[in-house]
């Protein structure tokens, strides 16, 4: 490991320059295992939040009191350590220039995290395909990457939008509500632009999402997900 960055209390991005690395897309995940003095595994899947241009190669990992890896990760790993990477995997759940159609992201949580890849991506390559993220968070400190997605929708890499849903400033400009159907039909593109969604974020959020953006008119195959359930990290 090269250093970690504090992201929010709980969430911690690990900078890795692992050697031979090939290279991935924005969007994919790697396995990362660890293995105890004793012998026992544990293996953990984290998706990848550096764009494929970038220097490092990023995790970001919230940590779950009960898991098996993300304590580690968070609070014991120290610069030099080493880490055991499988990876990178998945080709579904990815996004470059070529696709077509308007880009909508949609975010929960630690959800955000493959979508901030692609966000990257998207300025690197200094795409003019229109980018939209709809990030949901329970406060404004759990707002992953907050500053950068902010320096983001300045520099027009982007149109975010935040929707906090347990707390927030009095002044708070923002949405104050979970995402749904009627969110989604505000923030999103209309279906006849055939946006090419991302839903990344808790499976109960995801779920939603799809479904709803089905119920609005989105053509199923063009509504692509990403879930991770609430245990095993």
Partial sequence: MVERVDETARAKSIVLDPPDWPGHRA??????????EDGYRAQRSYSI??????????????????????????????????LE???PIGGYFVWEQALDG????????????????????????????????????RSLEEVIYRDELARLADDDVGDVRFTLTREWPQTWPGYRRRIDR????????????????????????????????????????????????????
Wanted: proline fraction near 8%.
């Fill in 27 to 36: 969007g994919q995940h790697v396995d990362v295992r660890l293995t105890a």
């Fill in 102 to 137: 308007p880009l909508f992201l949609v975010g929960g949580g630690s959800g955000v995290v493959p979508l901030r890849s692609m966000l990257r991506h998207h300025q690197a390559v200094e795409s003019d395909t229109p980018a939209r993220l709809l990030y949901s968070a």
């Fill in 182 to 233: 009627d969110l989604l039909a505000e923030v999103g593109w209309p279906p006849a632009e055939r946006p090419l969604v991302y839903v990344c974020g808790p499976t109960g959020l995801v779920e939603a999402a799809a479904n709803a953006l089905v119920e609005l008119g989105h053509e199923p195959a063009r509504v692509r997900t990403e879930r991770f359930g609430p245990t095993g990290a």
């Fill in 85 to 87: 990477l499988r990876g």
């Fill in 49 to 82: 939040a550096s764009a494929p241009e970038d220097r490092y190669l990023v995790l970001t990992v919230e940590r779950l009191d009960d898991g098996e890896v993300s304590p580690y990760l968070v609070d014991e790993l120290r610069a030099g350590d080493k």
